[in-house]
């Protein structure tokens, strides 16, 4: 077995789906006409980072991974549109092409922000909400630190060897396994003008701008489950409670000793509780 079939894209199918005059991509398994389950990956991520996660439900499902605007392989939208409505947009286009009337809908950090609201603004798209270790809004420090960002070139690294070597995950704090690590290193980079650089906009940091979402969570009407990491900075036990209190019916669960990046710290785990959860 190499290392594509351990992760689990080897047996996914690569789509371009052409969404509000963007060329959007992303990762596709299961059989069309089965129901829609969407992911949708972090800040500065893509479509790979539920490689360890989204084959496990092929058979249940028809899945697609979404390299969002601005990730991946995925095109960067000129001039630079990141705000939440943006994001969300998109995904009506996507349920579009896909001929998905309703769909689950799982989201890691950016991408859990960008399914909450999504949830709220359109709930009869949306027939359950999974929440994965992400916040209904951004600290205005911490939103400024992520304008900063967007201010600085790219990295550019000589070789991909390098470029591999390079990448850390942020927050840094992870028990990944590094083959899965190096692996999504693999997957994110591109060579530009004879340097390796990431798959991802500048401006996506630079220009990004999320909704508060604490006044749209008593909207969601689906059934909700909140994942967070035991020791995540991101998502704190207290402001998860909170935000089951808030989503009507929501459930919390807890994933003991792993961080933000859950979904990579304990695949296993959280499949598990995925699949209690889309399928019980």
């Given at each position: ?104 809908l799982v989201g ?64 840094r704090p992870t ?16 060579e530009r003008e ?87």
């Amino acid at each position: 077995m190499n290392r594509l079939q351990r992760f689990g894209c080897e047996s996914a199918r690569s789509r371009r789906l052409t969404v509000n005059a963007l060329s959007l991509h992303g990762l596709e398994w299961g059989a069309p006409g089965l129901s829609g389950l969407l992911f949708l990956h972090g800040g500065a991520a893509h479509a790979h980072w539920f490689d360890a996660v989204a084959p496990a439900f092929a058979d249940r499902f028809h899945v697609l991974s979404l390299d969002q605007r601005g990730h991946g392989e995925s095109q960067w939208p000129q001039p630079p549109a990141y705000r939440t409505e943006d994001f969300c947009r998109d995904l009506l286009g996507v349920m579009e092409a896909l001929g998905w009337r309703t769909m689950a809908l799982v989201g890691h950090s950016m991408g859990g922000h960008n399914a909450m609201a999504f949830a709220a603004w359109h709930p009869e798209r949306v027939e359950r909400l999974v929440i994965v270790d992400s916040r209904p809004s951004i600290p205005e420090d911490r939103l400024a630190m992520m304008h900063g960002r967007g201010d600085r070139p790219p990295r550019r690294h000589p070789t991909p060897e390098a470029a591999v070597a390079a990448f850390r995950l942020l927050p840094r704090p992870t028990v990944a396994p590094p083959a899965l690590l190096a692996h999504l290193a693999r997957s994110g980079i591109v060579e530009r003008e004879g340097k390796w650089t990431y798959r991802f906009d500048p401006a996506c940091n630079g220009t990004r701008q999320p909704v508060d979402a604490w006044p749209l969570l008593a909207r969601i009407a689906c059934p909700t489950l909140i994942v967070r990491g035991e020791k995540s900075p991101i998502l704190p036990r207290p402001m998860a409670e909170e935000m089951a209190e808030k989503i009507p019916g929501a459930a919390l669960v807890e994933v003991p000793g792993v961080y933000h990046h859950l979904v990579l710290d304990a695949p296993d785990a959280f499949v598990a509780h995925l699949g209690d959860f889309l399928l019980g």
